[in-house]
């Protein structure tokens, strides 16, 4: 069994992201080993779809639940159809996370916790703490070299959301080919 965490950083000492669709890492870990995996978020600058597509690429990679600070409504709505427990408020190192989690120390939660743009132009140096303003829009890329960096970035991001949505719409067809 294993379960994902939204990180600030590569490993188990580093700290829970208090946002999921646009935390840095996710932290694929085995409660019983600890063994882990760290994944880079293709979509921590991505300009919309940041949930979904963390979602998908989380429900991707089977795990039983999610561990997080907070969870928009497009990533709830993700991860809930892909059969993931969702769990919010957490916060400290990983592996303090994991501990707990393995103590039935957590709920589930039953819905979104933030708005669909809580990782954007908010408070607190841009980590998603603190009070909220209303949306704002991308930072401008500091050059030319940052904009093409930023939108490959994306078009991988959308790639893999497109293949994704693919692979799903494929299988539904499938399993109502057997149902006929």
Known sequence: MKICISSQG???DSQ?????????????????TLEFEAVENPSVSAMGGAGVVSG??????GIKAVLTGN?????????????VEIITGISGPIKEAVEKYKKGEFNSTQGAT?????????M?????IGLRQAPQAEPKPA???????????????????LRQIIQKIEE?????????
Do not use: H, W
């Open 124 to 128: 607190g140096g841009g980590r998603g």
């Open 10 to 12: 590569d490993n188990l």
């Open 56 to 61: 998908q690429l989380v429900a991707g990679k």
């Open 71 to 83: 969870v928009g409504p497009n990533a709830f709505q993700t991860l809930q159809a892909a059969g």
């Open 143 to 161: 050059g030319k070299e940052d904009e093409v960096k930023m939108l490959k970035e994306q078009a991988k991001a959308m790639q893999e959301q």
């Open 114 to 122: 933030v708005s669909s743009k809580f990782g954007l132009g908010s």
């Open 16 to 32: 829970v992201d208090p946002r999921f669709g646009r935390c840095q890492y996710f932290i694929i870990v085995d409660p019983d």
């Open 172 to 180: 539904l067809e499938k399993n109502k080919e057997t149902e006929e």
